[in-house]
């Protein structure tokens, strides 16, 4: 869908203001701040890059969708389990401004600064736009995308002065600061907000399908590590935007190989699967594993009636380091 040249234009002129005034000279890059948007009347959660030197522009998490993608970012951040970290590059739910060299843009990037009009003359700190979702390939924006975006930049320039004098008093645990406009004077109170679920909170238990009787005869030995993760590669279906798929790996913990794998299109499509899958490679190998190590709470909950018709331990734990290796493997591959 195109967008009309009219916003273009506006889009680009505003980003290129608010690259001149470099507030994040000024604001951390974890200082989130709310406006009130006039696009659609949600509110939009703000943070400004590039308090650190390294990455320049401005990520609008909007509405509570994109709120609560920025908290569980920040929980999965913090976290010290490495295994939350690989889901990190997958859950952003965001529009962003990133303000890039040239070379960093692609043609159609190049082609909507042509079309606005405006010159930077900056050629490092050219605006480059995109739509983040979970579990998709960040994307262009769309013509609605454009009108939040104008809406916030317009807001931030009109508030800069502000903004910089309270740059150390934005966010203070689960408080937001709300700029809001009336009769042409900027106020701010606190709102409170719904926290973010834990990426620790207790999934809705799954139906885990019986094992024929006959499984039970096999060898029992060895213990195996599952886990579930996105792979870093995008894929391309009958959709123009490429998704990320959602491997679910089973790897033998002493001899480090790949016992199974298999994909799913998201993360829900491979909780239903697990039980299956497991039962499957059972049932095509010629052992069955005296436990099962698994990092996800999701896993054990599906595979309950699965380890206990098979007398399989089932044991959750934070460190699964041969399925590590196998991400990190994968990961640099496909780099």
């Known amino acids: 869908m195109s967008i009309p040249e009219m916003k273009v234009k506006k889009l680009m002129a505003l980003a290129k203001q608010f690259a001149d005034i470099k507030l994040w000279e000024h ?54 389990d490495v295994l939350d970290h690989f889901d990190i590059p997958f859950i952003q739910d965001a529009l962003t401004i990133y303000f890039s060299s040239r070379n960093e843009a692609d043609a159609a990037d190049l082609r909507m600064i042509k079309q606005s009009g405006v010159v930077f003359s900056n050629k490092k700190m050219l605006p480059i736009f995109r739509t983040h979702t979970p579990g998709l390939y960040n994307w262009k924006i769309d013509e609605k995308e454009v009108e939040i975006l104008i809406s916030v930049l317009e807001d931030i320039l009109e508030l800069t002065e502000i903004l910089k004098s309270r740059k150390h008093n934005l966010y203070n645990a689960g408080k937001y ?33 019986s094992i024929p009787f006959a499984l039970a005869n096999k060898t029992m030995s060895g213990v195996w590590e599952m886990h579930y993760f996105y792979s870093n590669m995008p894929i391309r279906n009958k959709s123009e935007r490429p998704f990320y798929g959602v491997i679910c790996l089973i790897v033998d913990s002493s001899a480090g190989f790949i016992v199974s794998h298999a994909v799913a299109s998201s993360f829900d499509q491979t909780e239903k699967q697990l039980s ?21 709470t999701e896993i054990g909950i599906a595979l309950e009636k699965t380890a206990n018709d098979l007398g399989i331990v089932l044991r ?14 994968m990961n640099s591959k496909m780099l």
Request: glycine share 6%; net charge negative; proline share 3%.
């Open 316 to 329: 959750k734990t934070n460190n699964l380091p041969c399925i590590e290796d196998v991400i990190d493997s």
């Open 276 to 296: 299956e899958i497991l039962s499957g490679v059972i049932e095509n190998g010629k052992i069955i594993p005296k436990e099962i190590l698994y990092a996800r």
């Open 177 to 209: 600061i709300l700029f809001a406009k009336t009769e042409n004077q900027w106020l701010s109170k606190e709102i409170l907000v719904t926290k973010s679920p834990s990426v620790k909170t207790e999934p809705v238990k799954l139906e885990s399908k």
């Open 27 to 80: 604001i951390d890059s974890d200082a989130l701040f709310a406006l009130n948007n006039r696009a659609d009347k949600q509110i939009s959660y703000i943070s400004v890059m590039g308090n650190l030197g390294e990455v320049f522009g401005l990520a609008v998490y909007h509405g509570e969708k994109g709120r609560l993608a920025y908290e569980k970012l920040i929980d999965l951040s913090n976290s010290g």
